[in-house]
């Protein structure tokens, strides 16, 4: 029987012990991420196309539900084929979580934000952890268990280099974890790694096709035959593949063939899509725009510091929301003045494409003058 490595002690440690009820811990962490409020705020971020005008294309909310349920299949497959032992909830819980802390108008926005706190580094999935564990709930964070916080800063879904995924040989230290080089310590969390893939490589061909970015028969002939040309097509084949690929062995992966076919859509995705002109000219939008922000904000921290009050004589709405911000985490930051780039990265992080895109509107545009008769 293949399980996980470490103990449940392990496992199941939080950071704050609290008293167990009827529901299994993971599915505690389950309820812990959906009634969060940066989980709430996912459905108005990107995927890969920005504030789209049209319902149906996929945001990240929409993305983060399609790993959870690819992740929670792949570890009812395993279990049924009588040699794993997984927990299905985990496995939910962490593909919920995994994206929870993904910065406004999707990679590129989080390419924006790392470019304006160099030489710190800012990663979806670093910031992901430091949501749930130290910014949630106004600084509390939501006491996830080790093992779904473990998943949610390992998750890497842009390695497409391994396909023989096994948990860490030691259980991380999530704390101490600054870069995208660490395993997960479950087997669930290496099969939300590869869910990840699963679940954004078939769906963003659907929406670059409803944006008349590509066609259907643009994309490779062995991948249409072999894979789909469909969200649904490509995930219930790679889903299969990965299961019946896994099941008599002691790591996680697809076969061969599906492993090269799936590098060959990634390489297509990035050339016809994501490098696509008319997203490289959003990209440029969307830099000036973190960019602008930023300076925006430190200017009025320059001016103002952690005299929130003071903030109300910019007559900006932006600048009080700011002031209210910093107010309600206090006991994060401290009123630290030399936290003020990590201040602002967790700000910007935090809203929603079509927030960022007002409070970009509120900064540009002068205040009105107020004429009395």
Not at 203 to 208: L, N, Q, S, V
Request: proline share 3%; glycine share 6%; net charge negative.
């Amino acid at each position: 029987m293949i399980k996980n490595p470490f103990s449940d002690e392990i496992y199941l440690q939080r950071t704050h012990p609290h008293k167990p009820d009827l529901r299994d811990e993971y599915f505690r962490d389950q309820t812990k991420i959906i009634h969060s409020l940066p989980f709430r705020r996912l459905k108005h971020k990107t995927q890969v196309f920005f504030a789209p005008n049209n319902d149906h294309i996929c945001t990240r909310i929409e993305h983060v539900l399609h790993v959870a349920t690819i992740a929670a299949t792949i570890c009812r497959g395993l279990n049924k084929s009588g040699n794993w032992q997984l927990s299905e909830d985990m496995a939910y819980a962490i593909g919920l979580g995994h994206d929870i802390g993904h910065a406004p108008f999707g990679h590129e926005g989080e390419r924006a934000i790392d470019a304006c706190i160099t030489p710190k580094r800012f990663l979806h999935e670093i910031n992901s952890y430091r949501v749930v564990e130290h910014l949630a709930n106004y600084g509390e964070g939501l006491n996830l268990t080790f093992a779904v916080k473990d998943g949610i800063i390992c998750h890497c879904g842009e390695d497409f280099t391994n396909n023989q995924l096994r948990p860490s040989a030691v259980p991380n230290d999530l704390e101490k974890i600054t870069g995208r080089d660490h395993m997960p310590s479950t087997y669930e969390g290496c099969i939300v790694r590869l869910s990840d893939k699963i679940a954004y490589l078939g769906r963003d061909i659907e929406d670059a096709v409803k944006a008349d970015l590509i066609t259907t028969n643009d994309i490779p002939k062995d991948v249409r035959e072999e894979i789909g040309t469909s969200n649904g097509e490509i995930i219930n084949t790679l889903t299969l593949d990965l299961i019946n690929h896994s099941k008599d062995q002691d790591c996680i992966g697809f076969s061969d063939d599906k492993f090269g076919l799936i590098s060959q859509l990634r390489e297509f995705n990035y050339t016809r899509i994501y490098h696509n002109e008319q997203m490289r000219q959003r990209k440029e939008t969307i830099d000036k725009c973190i960019r602008d922000l930023f300076d925006y904000f430190r200017t009025i921290f320059k001016r103002y510091g952690f005299d929130y009050g003071a903030y109300d004589q910019e007559g900006k709405t932006t600048a009080k929301n700011f002031a209210k911000y910093m107010r309600s985490m206090t006991n994060v930051y401290k009123e630290d003045p030399t936290q003020i780039d990590t201040i602002i990265a967790d700000y910007i992080a935090g809203m929603t494409d079509s927030f960022a895109l007002s409070v970009m509107e509120d900064v540009i545009l002068p205040n009105s003058i107020k004429f009395f008769s």
